[in-house]
């Protein structure tokens, strides 16, 4: 009898994990994250109580302490190691200090694209206890004055070769005080020094760290901008704590120290700054840098330095697919993909032609206080669901009203969270755990990004605006992105600072603009419908140099439909949707259309490039 009991319970025993197996076939990655998850809060709650805080840059200096000689940067022919690096940023930091004055609290501006030196920049300017304003290297004029203006920066450094678009904003930056630098050797320009010159003659000993002893978990530590729905762009205040969660993506992700990760996408992103660079410095890995993205170079890169991460977007998954086949594709030791927005064919299309890369898809805004992880792999999903998570930042998916723009509301006047498998949109609730920082300079933006009384009296939740979905298994699905931003080739895009652009062409009178689904390509095109001014014809030739001059290529509306009176919704809002779904077809919009051809202007549409561009011959 007692034999018999427990040879049923051995059985028994013996066949639970398959039972568990069977009711969750993600049990072993679900329970693999969920280490993960407490490991990553035990070492925030350490970094919080460490005196004096613990920092990205006092992890950097450990690995410095560490691993001298392990390679920390390769660009190019060149290559530096952690001992190198942390040499460079001393020099910039002495520079800095002694010629732009700047100390612990300051803030200054990094107009540069991707280059070593953007690196040992914002290390000195850590160093110094200095927040740094990362800028769109593509923006100028009005813009980049915003942008530069609303994070009350002391000093811009700017790149040798962006020094037309510093001259253009010079006397505005003169007026207000702004110590301006270049790196070059010299400067022949009034108002401008040079900045190269005096790193090559400073120092590179180490900076004290009484320079920084202020600094805490909840100091800003970088400005990132982000579109903005008033249109011109918010520096998004990322604080060392934000700074540290996003770290830790790689850490989620399964990046081991002898991993090498490829950074090609902007430095000025969150993505490559904080997920790549700054997780590499949490890891102790070395980075590959590349100015900008190639697909012809790309895998011709990975096998030369050995590359084993590499970061996308959704395009250039794409663009890689759509590369010629090669024999070599699958010769390469990358091994894993972490990244945004890679629609399910291209998934499924990439993995066939270069082989076994686990792919981690990721959901999160810069400035968001939520965040998903597709840590199984599943094609499709942009995270997964985990209780963990869930205890440790509340979220939920309320029923969304798309015409009218704003959460449906029961009759109490509260959120209605959506049924599993319904579309919603993603609010999560704003706590201690959970904080968010909002926008520099901006309340009443960061205002707009917060919902009251959700659910119950007095609760308050950030707005993702985004609209997901989520599956019976936990899946979490992108769906769309409301409101008046939308994203092409991985750039958000403001409305109504484009709308603001094209105001200014003569001839026109109100315009509308939205984004429009092209086939084959992820996000949405910049489309305008307008209403000209009477007895005025469409100038093509005056809107294309105003979009030129003024907007950065992806920001440019793609599509022009002219109306004779702009549609709105019964509370006088504009009506983006409607108009985004009808698309940009001439052979079922009757309205006059126009299309930007590159290097050539607006021309009038026709159903010939309609079909080009549906069939994938012209390329947008
Ligand atoms: C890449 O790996 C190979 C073999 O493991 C090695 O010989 C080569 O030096 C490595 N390349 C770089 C840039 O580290």
């Known amino acids: ?49 460490h005196k004096p805080f613990y920092s990205i840059l006092d992890c950097f200096l450990d690995k410095v302490a560490k691993q001298p000689h392990k390679k920390f940067l390769l660009f190019e022919e060149s290559s530096f190691t952690y001992s190198q690096a942390d ?37 000195g300017l850590a160093k110094l206890g200095c927040t740094a304003a990362l800028l769109n290297y593509n923006i100028r004029s009005k813009s980049l004055l915003h942008c530069f203006s609303c994070c009350e920066a002391k000093v811009l450094v700017a790149g040798a070769d962006l020094r037309g678009a510093v001259e253009e904003v ?8 702004v110590r301006v630098f270049i790196l070059n050797e010299d400067c022949d320009l009034e108002g401008v020094e040079s900045l190269s010159d ?52 790689q850490s989620v992700a399964g990046v081991r120290s002898d991993d090498i990760i490829y950074v090609y996408l902007p430095l000025y992103h969150s993505a490559a700054f904080l997920m790549g660079l700054c997780g590499a410095i949490d890891k102790g890995i070395t980075v590959v840098l590349r100015r900008k993205f190639s697909a012809s170079h790309f895998w011709n890169d990975c096998r030369k330095y050995n590359v084993t991460v590499i970061q996308y977007i959704g395009e250039i998954m794409r663009y890689l697919c759509n590369t010629p086949k090669r024999d070599n594709d699958k010769d390469h030791k990358v091994r894993l993909a972490l990244g945004n927005g890679i629609r399910t064919d291209t998934w499924a299309d990439f993995l066939q032609r270069f082989g076994d890369i686990h792919i981690c898809e990721c959901y999160g805004a810069t400035e968001g206080n939520i965040g998903f992880v597709n840590y199984v792999g599943k094609i499709g999903a942009i995270g997964k669901e985990h209780f963990l998570h869930k205890m440790g930042c509340p979220y939920a998916l309320i029923r969304y009203d798309t015409e009218k723009e704003e959460p449906v509301k029961n009759s109490k006047g509260f959120c209605i969270e959506v049924p599993r498998g319904e579309t919603g949109l993603l609010v999560a609730k704003i706590g201690e755990r959970t904080p968010f920082s909002g926008y520099a300079k901006n309340n009443l933006q960061t205002e707009r990004k917060k919902l009251r009384d959700v659910f119950v009296k007095g ?49 026109v009178e109100e315009v509308n603009v939205y984004g429009v689904k092209v086939p084959g390509h992820e996000g949405r095109i910049g489309m305008a419908a307008m209403t000209l001014k009477e007895n005025m014809d469409f100038d093509g030739k005056a809107a294309y140099q105003l979009v030129k001059r003024y907007l950065p290529s992806y920001a440019r509306p793609r599509f022009i439909r002219i109306q004779d009176a702009l549609a709105v919704t019964g509370t006088f809002k504009q009506m983006k949707v409607k108009l985004g779904e ?22 009038p549409m026709t159903q010939e490039i309609f079909n080009s561009i549906a069939e994938g011959r012209i390329r947008l």
């Open 170 to 177: 010079l006397p505005t930056l003169k007026q207000q005080g």
């Open 1 to 49: 009898m007692i034999a018999y009991i427990l040879y049923t319970a051995l059985i028994g025993l013996a066949i639970l994990p398959l039972l568990l197996y069977f009711r969750n076939p993600y049990i072993l990655k679900d329970i693999s994250y969920a280490i993960t998850a407490i490991q990553i809060g035990m070492r925030v709650s350490k970094f919080k109580n």
């Open 87 to 123: 040499k460079e940023s001393n020099r910039v930091a002495r520079a800095l200090s002694l010629h732009a004055n700047l100390k612990e609290g300051d803030t200054a501006a990094v107009f540069l694209g991707n280059e070593p030196l953007f690196v040992w920049i914002w290390l």
């Open 459 to 507: 609760d308050l939740y950030f707005n993702s605006g985004d609209l997901l979905k989520i599956d019976d298994e936990g899946f979490v699905f992108f769906q769309d992105r409301i409101g008046d931003t939308f994203r092409w080739k991985g750039e958000n895009v403001a409305t109504t600072e484009v709308a603001d652009h094209l105001l200014m062409v003569d001839c």
């Open 582 to 603: 009808e698309g940009f077809n001439p052979a079922v919009i009757k309205d006059r259309l126009f299309y930007l051809e590159d290097h050539n202007g607006y021309v």
């Open 198 to 249: 005096k790193i090559q003659q400073a120092s590179d000993q180490p900076l004290s760290p009484h320079l920084r002893a202020s600094i805490n978990i909840k100091s800003p530590a970088l400005y990132i901008y982000t579109s903005g729905t008033t249109g011109l762009p918010k520096a998004a205040v990322i604080n060392h704590e934000r700074l540290w969660m996003a770290s830790f993506l």
